[in-house]
């Protein structure tokens, strides 16, 4: 599927995915407790790209949710990382989020009207080089066809500075597996695959985890698995 097809799938679905995995207080405490040390080990400005309807993007600015659909949804400039603008753990934090969805995006701008939330490809991202000091891609790179990855990946790396760190969740299993998920066909990865793709875009995996989802978990019973790395060229 491409971008359009993905995006009105879940424009389609939006609704009931937000009823069920729309707040971090309805996802799993290691998820929680992985973005947050991830988040606190940066500095500068974070992007969540594929923000979905906002859930992470207001995590990681620290901020709670509000609904105010009538505020100004402008986009401001990205601090300049070279300056020091926008360093400092959850609080103060200048977070922006990006999707395909128009659905989920109206949804994260009535929740979070203090975040910035832009209509954007994680193909072809409107930020100039280097702009973030952490980029999370937490499962929105699933339905990314596996011959298009390596793509995306240069992509959200271009954005992110040289020592910036980037977090990928995805679901683990045989690399490149397509399955039938929810929303739309996504693919399993698995560490060992992901690597390679990273280091050619110039980052260095630092860690990495597998765990099986805790029972009665929200969103998916698959096994879990994320990827950190630092850009280092």
Do not use: K
């Amino acid at each position: 599927m491409d971008d359009d097809e993905v995006a009105a799938a879940y424009d389609a679905r939006a609704a009931e995915y937000i009823a069920l995995i729309g707040s971090v207080d309805q996802m799993e405490r290691a998820d929680v407790a992985r973005i947050g040390r991830w988040r606190d080990g940066t500095t500068g400005a974070l992007l969540d790209a594929g923000c979905g309807p906002g859930l992470w993007t207001a995590f990681l600015a620290g901020q709670e949710s509000t609904a105010d659909p009538s505020a100004d949804q402008e986009p401001g400039p990205i601090p300049d990382l070279a300056a020091g603008e926008g360093t400092g753990r959850a609080s103060h934090r200048e977070v922006v989020g990006v999707d395909l969805s128009a659905a989920f995006l109206a949804a994260a701008r009535e929740r979070h009207p203090a975040l910035r939330f832009l209509s954007a490809s994680m193909r072809e991202l409107p930020f100039p080089d280097g702009s973030f000091g952490g980029v999370l891609a937490w499962y929105s790179l699933i339905h990314v066809p596996p011959a298009e990855l390596a793509e995306v990946v240069a992509e959200l790396a271009r954005v992110l500075a040289v020592g910036g760190r980037i977090l990928i969740g995805f679901f683990d299993g045989e690399p490149r597996e397509r399955f039938a998920h929810a929303v739309a066909p996504a693919y399993y990865w698995s560490a060992e695959a992901l690597t390679p793709l990273l280091e050619n875009a110039g980052l260095c995996v630092i860690r990495s985890e597998r765990r099986e989802r805790e029972p009665g978990a929200a969103g998916s019973v698959r096994p879990h698995g994320a990827l950190e790395a630092e850009r280092i060229r």
